[in-house]
């Protein structure tokens, strides 16, 4: 494993991102982290970027253990300084100016050319230039005892620099963003020449060592209960809990009567009858619908009723559950609640945000565990949502449910503008329904990120047949995007928009118009509402 400490720089996952693509297990922690304190020993550690200069005050500070471990270390921007800062605290300057985007970097060579000894191995079998991301404002002064460089760019004299006998290295640029095309390399040489980090890491290894894990947590007779919604996370994660303690697993679906046509029937059956898991659908349609009866124009309200509702449900599910499993007598066994919380919420609960700041534990369904006296098992925590798709297909779950669209909590609630009626849920679902068909149909869907028929509760008017209605407008909205942030519309051709359009209007009840929703994030938001 490579230790990768993180001082908060935004770039800081993506390190342990290309080690993983490298199949180098990596986890990343705050730089705060104590050395003692870690139950495994790194085969190296890579400092990450920050936003601090070393020199300051409050600035964070590596573990000084770090460097009596004897494993080599890489320092990346902010890290080449904390290193330098260590070994002579007045070397690094305050840069004149900041130096950010694209630069030359010159590669420096003192070995026989490329097998030199070990200070030429980060750069071993890359070119002698090479385009590099630069993000900085401060830089070295000069070299501190016993380094020396290793490459430079006009700006930075010192933007590579190692130890002459001991493998510390320190670079000013990023390898890890894309903006470095070559950052994978020197990543991989680190990793795997220089650390001898073994790249073993494998999602059928993954697999073994997590059943493993959870059966070791849970006991012989622990059971665990959790909620599926029919995504790829929630649906992974009860396929794995299943492959490790199979009927001990209870899993919950709630109908809240907002869920995509026909969903519930399809996931239970895809749930039960294709991956035998221990499910039970719970319909409480007609509750949530009742609360959300009369909302119309707070987006928020419909979010927290339904979530509270959710909640309520689960709670109620999850007792009655665990009475027929153990006898009323000793209601309550059920220990563990399973969460599908991934890598990149773990991330963002642990990053180092400043001097001050603590670990705490993430929770993806804040309020479902109050008062259930329930303790967390977070199976796909050391995954990326990429890793775990790979995971469901190494597991043997459909395709189709393995790249499903993301569907939020509140579902078609929050794309029904206006008030939620099961009339006007009928039309949204039946028009959504189409859409997504012919997405499919045309090979669309994969390269859209999420699509959706959104209900506008405006009356236009149409002429149908002979006569002339007064109906609503369904309004389509499909978007490209990699991390949900920022999107763009997905750019369909006419021929497609006019065939979806046709059906719609022609097959549900009560529309009599269609619009295409071209707005962007930002200003837009992905839905609705
Ligand atoms: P926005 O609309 O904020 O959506 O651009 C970004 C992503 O988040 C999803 N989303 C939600 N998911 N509960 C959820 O579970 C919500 O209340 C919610 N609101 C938005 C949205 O579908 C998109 O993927």
């Excluded at 919380?341 to 705490?360: M, N, R, W």
Aim: negative net charge; proline residues 5%.
């Amino acid at each position: 494993t490579i230790l990768v400490l993180d001082f908060g720089s935004q770039y800081s996952h993506l390190i342990t991102r290309r080690l993983r693509e490298l199949n180098v297990y990596s986890e990343m922690l705050p730089c705060t982290q104590k050395l003692k304190d870690l139950e495994w020993t790194p085969k190296g550690i890579i400092l990450s970027g920050g936003p601090y200069s070393v020199y300051w005050d409050d600035a964070p500070h590596v573990d000084p253990a770090a460097f009596e471990l004897g494993v080599p270390i890489l320092g990346i921007c902010y890290g080449l300084q904390e290193i330098a800062w260590h070994f002579d605290n007045k070397n690094v300057l305050a840069g004149e100016k900041r130096e950010y985007g694209h630069a030359y970097l010159k590669v420096e060579r003192h070995g026989d050319g490329q097998t030199g000894g070990h200070v030429d191995g980060l750069f071993k079998g890359l070119e002698d230039d090479m385009e590099v991301w630069m993000s900085h404002g401060d830089k070295l002064g000069h070299l501190p005892e016993d380094f020396i460089t290793i490459a430079k760019t006009i700006n930075a004299p010192f933007a590579g620099i190692a130890n002459k006998t001991k493998p510390l290295y320190g670079i000013q640029f990023h390898p890890e963003v894309t903006h470095t095309p070559k950052g994978k390399f020197l990543l991989k040489n680190f990793a795997i020449d220089i650390c001898q980090a073994k790249a073993d890491w494998t999602m059928g290894k993954f697999v073994d060592q997590e059943i493993a894990r959870i059966r070791a947590l849970v006991g012989e007779e622990g059971q665990v209960i959790g909620a599926v919604s029919g995504g790829v996370d929630s649906t992974v994660a009860a396929k794995l809990m299943q492959q490790a303690i199979g009927e001990r697993f209870h899993a919950v679906l709630v109908d809240n009567g907002v869920l995509r046509l026909n969903e519930a029937q399809q996931v239970k059956e895809t749930l039960t009858k294709g991956m035998g898991i221990n499910l039970t659908v719970v319909d409480a349609s007609e509750r949530f619908l009742g609360k959300l009866k009369g909302v119309t124009d707070d987006p928020e309200k419909k979010r927290k009723i339904i979530g509270n509702t959710f909640i309520e449900v689960f709670q109620e599910t999850a007792k009655k559950i665990a009475e027929e499993a153990h006898g009323s007598d000793k209601a309550g066994e059920i220990e563990w609640l399973l969460q599908g919380t991934l890598y990149p919420d773990v991330i963002e609960s642990i990053s180092f945000k400043g001097p001050s700041a603590t670990i705490k534990t993430h929770h993806n369904v804040g309020g479902l565990l109050e008062g259930m006296h329930l303790k967390l098992i977070e199976p796909l925590r050391e995954l990326f949502k990429d890793e775990v798709r790979e995971l469901g297909t190494n597991l043997g779950i459909p395709e189709d449910l393995v790249w499903r669209h993301p569907f939020p909590g509140p579902g078609i609630a929050i794309r029904i503008l206006g008030e939620v009626t099961p009339e006007q849920v009928r039309i949204a679902r039946e028009a959504d329904y189409i859409f997504i068909e012919e997405i499919k149909a045309a090979g669309l869907y994969r390269n859209i990120s999420q699509a959706f028929a959104a209900l506008l509760p405006v009356k236009a008017v149409g002429v149908m047949g002979d006569k002339r209605v007064h109906d609503q407008v369904i309004a389509l909205r499909a978007v490209e995007t990699t991390d949900f942030m920022t999107a763009d519309w997905y750019p369909f051709d006419g021929a497609f928009l006019k065939k979806v359009s046709r059906r719609i209007v022609n097959e549900v009840n009560g529309v009599c118009r269609v619009v295409y929703d071209i707005t962007s994030k930002p200003p837009g938001t992905i839905e609705m509402e």
